[in-house]
């Protein structure tokens, strides 16, 4: 080798140690982060909503009402209060903390799973800065303890499995998010329109999930919570002026106020939209992309048009968000799209900042943004764009799009 090839080959080594230096340095920048929301649970008791979980449950096997008056209160399936039993065994304390690093465990795998699907080669440096990057907008979630949290994180590790055309093992993990916390039914239904292995799996997990409360010794009571759940989530989904951060409240911080029926009607035609952006992207992109597509539309679709939406739903949109900021980044002729899609993420966690910037923008600015962020995934689509660094065309070649090669597969 000549000098100038031992120069090249330092010096490329001398960049694999400094990515291998920062990842290490945004993990530990993670973990330090959780550790901090661990401590301020304790030291503010009163932010966690992990007893309501392990109240459920504690009712549950008691024979008592699960589902009280209100618009608060336990707003998932019963079998939630099911899967989520081992909480009732615990201290409310101790139960919290397991639950919070539980969560983030499931989070952060689901994290790495992703970035591995989309960039092979750097899988773990893009989830050491995505996790990093995800720190504003996790920040309420890993605080309180949200169900949410952890239904995302297993809605992405089905995608990952979907991906790799494990429809069994997606189905059920899509199923075990539904029964969960039943928001996860928008993307379950998304996956099903595009991929018909999972139709069958997603329905017979489903069935499994609601067969599996009358694992209680009185089925008349469950039966009665079933019929109370349905009161309760019916009388939910009409929550008060309160602090809900959908495009309900964009529109009334406009100073319109669309009345029930007009709502009711955006959200059907959101639905529709979405379902037909998902169904052209699982036949112009690649199937990867097009899984991933399909997430996107899922989370957008959630945190817009859920009346119930809270600050930490963004949580989904930044991820995604940052994932392909990155994998824009990654390109040779990258453009201002990962600066855009970075600026977007920013302003998705803007609470964490402080309130000079939070307070005039609170109650639209997420909005907004994830309104403008549904150009990316449609652009996608429209130009045929790969997330992948290696995607695969239907024609057998693999494309480097990050390189402008092609080779035979």
Known sequence: MNSNGILLSRFLRGGDAWRRDASA??????????????????????????????????????????????????????????????????????????????????????????????????????????????????????????????????????????????????????????????????????????????????????????????????????????????????????PDSGRWFDLTRMLAEAGVQPAYATMTALRLAGALLVVGIVWTAGRRLDHVTGMIVTVMLGAWYLVLFNPRTEEGSYLSIAVLTTLAALVEHRRPRAGAVPMLLGLAVTGLGLHFYGGWFYRPTQMWLKQSLTLALLIYPVWLVVSRRSLLAHPVPAGGQVLHCFSGEVEES
């Open 25 to 238: 340095v945004a993990v530990v920048v993670w973990c330090l982060f959780v550790v901090a929301m661990a401590v301020l649970a304790v030291v503010r008791p009163e932010r966690p909503i992990t007893h309501i979980y392990r109240d459920a449950v504690v009712d549950w096997w008691s024979s008592v009402p699960v589902y009280t008056q209100g618009i608060h209160g336990f707003l998932y399936f019963p079998s939630s209060a099911v899967l989520l039993g081992p909480l009732a065994a615990l201290p409310l304390g101790l139960g919290d903390q397991i639950w919070r690093l539980a969560m983030v465990a499931v989070f952060s795998g689901a994290v790495y799973r992703v970035a591995l699907l989309l960039h092979p080669y750097m899988g773990r440096t893009l989830a050491a800065w995505v996790l990093v990057a995800a720190i504003p907008t996790a920040s309420i979630n890993v605080l309180r303890g949200q169900c949410e949290l952890m239904m995302m994180s297993v809605v992405l590790h089905a995608a990952v499995d979907l991906a790799h055309r494990r429809d069994r093992r997606g189905a059920t993990m899509l199923a075990l998010a539904v029964a969960l916390k039943p928001l996860a039914l928008v993307p379950a239904l998304l996956f099903a329109v595009v991929r018909p292995g999972v139709r069958r799996p997603l329905a017979l997990g489903l069935l499994i999930a609601a067969v599996a409360p009358f694992l209680h010794p009185d089925p008349g009571y469950v039966a009665g919570q079933y019929a109370a759940m349905i009161g309760k989530l019916a009388t939910a989904a009409a």
